[in-house]
C-alpha cells in the first residue's frame, strides 16, 4: 500500500483505517492450501515509508506530479519490494 499521494486531511477516514481494513481482508482470506491465507499486503505506510506526494522533501513524487514516483522513489519501492519478497 502507498500512501495517500494529496490532499490526507480530506479522508473520510484516517489513513490508518484503510491500513487495517487491509490487513484484516489478508487474515480473514482461508482461499489457500488447507485454509491459509494466500493474501498479503505490502505495506509502505511502515517503515521505511514513502512520504504523501504532498507532503514529501525527500523527491520521491515526480516534481509538480504529485501522481508517479520519480526514479528515486521507483528505486525505494524496489528496494522495499525486494526486502518484502525476501522476508515474505
Request: with cysteine; aromatic share 14%.
Amino acid at each position: 500500500m502507498l500512501p495517500p499521494r494529496v490532499n490526507q486531511a480530506s479522508y473520510t477516514y484516517p489513513w490508518s483505517q484503510y491500513v487495517t481494513a487491509a490487513y484484516n481482508v489478508a487474515a480473514a482470506d482461508i482461499s489457500g492450501p488447507g485454509g491459509t491465507s494466500i493474501v498479503t499486503v505490502m505495506d509502505f505506510t511502515t517503515i521505511p515509508s514513502i512520504p504523501g506526494a504532498d507532503t514529501d522533501v525527500y523527491g520521491f513524487w515526480q516534481p509538480g506530479d504529485l501522481t508517479y514516483p520519480s526514479n528515486r522513489g521507483h528505486q525505494m519501492i524496489a528496494d522495499c519490494l525486494t526486502a518484502f519478497l525476501s522476508f515474505s
